[in-house]
Every structure is written in C-alpha cells, then in structure tokens.
C-alpha cells in the first residue's frame, strides 16, 4: 500500500534530532510538526521571520501580527525569536537550519528539483523554496512517487525548470525512500506492502536496488 | 518641524513628491506588517508607471492590490504574487511586468541597496530560470550568482512604535521585510500604530534607527488577516 500523507509525515518525522532547527514546507512537510517524538525538542523556522513557531491559535489568540510563511496565523513557543526577512534568510543561505522538509513535482539523478514553475501554467513565484534548497546541507524531498497519469516524477533529467541544481540527496515518496548518490536514485526503503517491482516499474531515472530493502518502519 | 523630529501629520504630506515612473518599495509579508495607509494614498494620488519592490503584492482590493485597480503599477519585483485575480489578468495580458526573486534575494537586494553595497554573490538560483543572464563566479568550487542590489525613490513601512526621531520597533512577525525597505529608500515613509516620546522607547529595542527615517505618521490599521487557521 502507498504511504499516506500522514504516514509520509511520519517517516520524515524519524530523520528529526533532538535540538534540530527545521524548516517544514507546505503541504505534507507541516505535518511533520505533528509527530515530533516525545521528549524531543526541535525548533521550526518560518521564512517570514520565526524561529519557533507554536501551535495555531484558539480563537481568542489571534494575532494579525503573527504569521508563517503559508500566510496563517500562528503562536511562537517559549523560546522563540522574530526577526527580519534578511535575518531569517541568512540562517537559511548561511547553512544553519539542520533539516529542510519541501515537497517537489520532479527530482532527477543528479539531485536537481523542480517545484514552482509548470510552463504554460500561471507562475506564482519562488517564495523562499530556492534560497531553501541552495542553503541547506539536510535536505528531504516528499512527493508522490509518480503523477495521476502514472507519470513517475524521478527521473533521469527535471523537465520542468529548475528550483536548485544539484542540491537533493533524499526523497521520501509514498512508495519508498531513496537516496541520490553517483548519478543514480538507491533504493534504501520501501513503504510496506509495497514491492521492488513497483517501485522499478514507478521509477524513470536510474534507480540502484541492494540485494534487501527493507520495509519501513516508523 | 526641527532638528530630528520626522513627523508629519497628513498622509498627503506623508507621499508628497511621489511621481509617475518612480520606484517604490514596500515592507510586508502577505498582509502582515504592510503599510496600508501609505498605499492607499498612492491610490488616491493616482500615481502612475510605478515599479513596485515588494514580496507579494496584496490580494484583490487590499494591500499594494488596490494600486491594479487603476493600473497603476508597470513593473512589479516579488517572490510570490499569486493571491490577486486582477493581478493575473494584467500580467496574462501582458499589461504589468513581473521579476520574480527569490525571497532571500529579494531580502538581501534590499539589505544590500540601504548599505551601498552594489551587488552580491549567491548560490541561490543557480541553474534555474532566475540564473538567466547573470553573471557566475566560482568561490571555494562552488558556483554563486551576481545580484544587484534595489533602492527606492520611495520606501514605505508599517512599524508599530516610533519616536519622533524616528526610531521604530516592529510587533511580532510583522517585521519582516520592514526594517530592510526602510533602510533603501531615497525617502522613507514610516507609519506606526503609535508615536512616543523620544527617551520613551528602549534605545537596545530599536529595530531601525531613526538615520533611516525621513518622515513618520501616526495611522489606524484594518489589519486584515489572510488565512485565519485556529486550534481546536
């Protein structure tokens, strides 16, 4: 069975240490903040210039003045800082936050991504998503393994223009967990109930499969 | 008006000498921390061909979005423009132009614009579309971008306290681009929720220092919130 968004959460979840600061995406990214291990203390970044953002507010706690960077009102938790857009982008070009969690529509063999731009499609804008992955050391991608259509969306080249060159080296999707090392994906877990098979036939790029890949557990 | 007291006490006097052409940039984020009288009084002024520095640009009828109404705006530079119907129409018209930066980019051109530095090298944007005609250098083995640094005709800022030197301290997350517009315009425009006496405000809590200010006002805010998310 694939992963759901919850379980995908929960995977990534695991890659988190006790006193990491962490920038979380939006979409499956936030909901990593939902599974936090007990007793562990981590810190999340909110690009618009939170460090430790809390919960979202009750009712009578909100705060115009208090934001994240999906533009929702939040808390701060005890120990936080706020601080400039300049400030908050120095941690992330200056390689201090420990853990970047982003979602991607393609990631290719030599750890490029591709995230905020379908051609033909109106364009948005960046955000902050390329200062994030051209700044972090400790990257995890989370995405699909493949489109609606079947499409797979690792692959030996990004089709779609680039966010970072170079810059991925994790991918959780809802089938497995891979690392990109040597030009190739490496197949390092599979989501249970989830054959290789599947995984080989859902993956465009070179894909490396050890003798074992175990399930995942989490 | 004396010595270092920057106050004015319209908010015509406030934008005085703002023309058409000009470029103006705009501390916020979303809907957070933006100067919305000032904005609204460009609006009213019906200043034209203005090129805007912001990192998003309003929603539809709020914000730096009122300044589409009358198609005020030529040229906007932001990471993120994409909460606005009628900012959508004119730019697949092709009747506004848009430079998208990346936000730490955009940050840091601001950064760099107030402290006369020209331009600076980052790894952000490296072998992507924002790459683009941009000069590369190499630094210990890793390739980095060249980008220049903006100034404003105008800059315009939402803080919540001031003295009437002009010394100012942002609430919370509202920060955000503010101090890094304040410091890059010709004119700087800061309005606050509250002016105090100078000696009233904390010296040590100062988040722009009054060398930045050109002139402060004293306004009422809607403050309209975005996405309002609660807790159970």
């Known amino acids: 069975m694939a992963l759901t968004r919850e379980q995908m959460a929960q995977r990534v979840a695991r890659e988190l240490q006790d006193g990491y600061y962490v920038n979380l995406g939006i979409g499956i990214p936030t909901l990593v903040a939902n599974y936090v291990p007990e007793g562990m203390e981590v810190m999340l970044q909110s690009e618009n210039g939170l460090l430790g953002m809390g919960a979202f507010p009750r009712a009578d706690e909100i705060d115009a003045d208090m934001i994240n960077a999906g533009k929702q009102t939040v808390t701060a938790r005890t120990g936080a800082s706020i601080f400039s857009s300049a400030e908050s982008f120095a941690m992330i070009r200056g390689g201090h936050i ?45 995405m699909t393994h493949a489109s609606k259509d079947g499409e797979s969306k690792l692959l030996a080249r990004c089709s779609l223009p680039l966010t970072g060159a ?53 | 008006m004396a010595g270092f007291d920057k106050r004015v006490y319209s908010y015509e006097e406030a934008m005085a000498g703002l023309e058409d052409g000009m470029t103006v ?74 430079v998208l930066t990346p936000q730490g980019t955009l940050a840091e051109k601001m950064r760099a614009g107030g402290a006369g530095i020209p331009a600076f090298f980052t790894a952000t944007g490296v072998g992507t579309p924002v790459a683009e005609g941009k000069e590369t250098r190499e630094f210990n083995g890793r390739e980095y971008l060249m980008e220049t640094a903006i100034t404003g005709d105008f800059a315009i800022v939402k803080g919540w306290k001031a003295d ?14 503010n101090p890094l517009a304040a410091t890059a315009g010709k004119i700087t425009v800061v309005e606050v929720e509250e ?38």
């Open chain 1, 98 to 142: 420990d853990l970047t969690v982003l979602g991607a529509f393609e990631v290719d063999v030599q750890g490029n991504i591709a995230s905020w731009m379908v051609p033909g499609k109106l364009v948005k804008g960046m955000g902050g998503a390329m200062d994030l992955v051209a700044g972090a050391e400790n990257i995890i991608v989370t």
């Open chain 1, 166 to 218: 170079g810059c991925i080296k994790r991918v959780l999707t809802d089938l497995a967990y891979l690392e990109i090392a040597n030009g190739a994906f490496v197949l390092k877990e599979r989501a249970p109930g989830v054959s290789v098979e599947e995984i080989i036939a859902k993956t465009a790029g070179e894909l490396v499969v050890p003798d074992h890949v175990p399930e995942m557990q989490f």
């Open chain 2, 25 to 98: 940039i705009s501390g916020g984020f979303g809907l957070c921390g933006i100067p919305e009288n000032l904005i609204a009084e460009i609006q009213h002024r019906g200043t034209r061909d203005l090129t805007v520095v912001s990192n998003n640009c309003g929603v539809d009828g709020f914000g730096l979005g009122v300044l589409l109404v009358d198609r005020q705006i030529r040229k906007v530079v932001a990471s993120y423009v994409g909460e606005n119907k009628l900012f959508e129409d004119q730019l697949l018209k092709g009747e506004i132009e848009v």
């Open chain 2, 164 to 177: 009437w030197y002009g010394n100012v301290i942002y609430r919370h997350t509202a920060q955000n681009f």
């Open chain 2, 195 to 232: 002016i105090v006496a100078p000696g009233e405000l904390d010296p040590t809590q100062i988040h722009t220092p009054g060398i930045y200010v050109d002139r402060l006002i004293c306004g009422r805010f809607e403050k309209r919130i975005e996405q309002r998310t609660v807790r159970a």
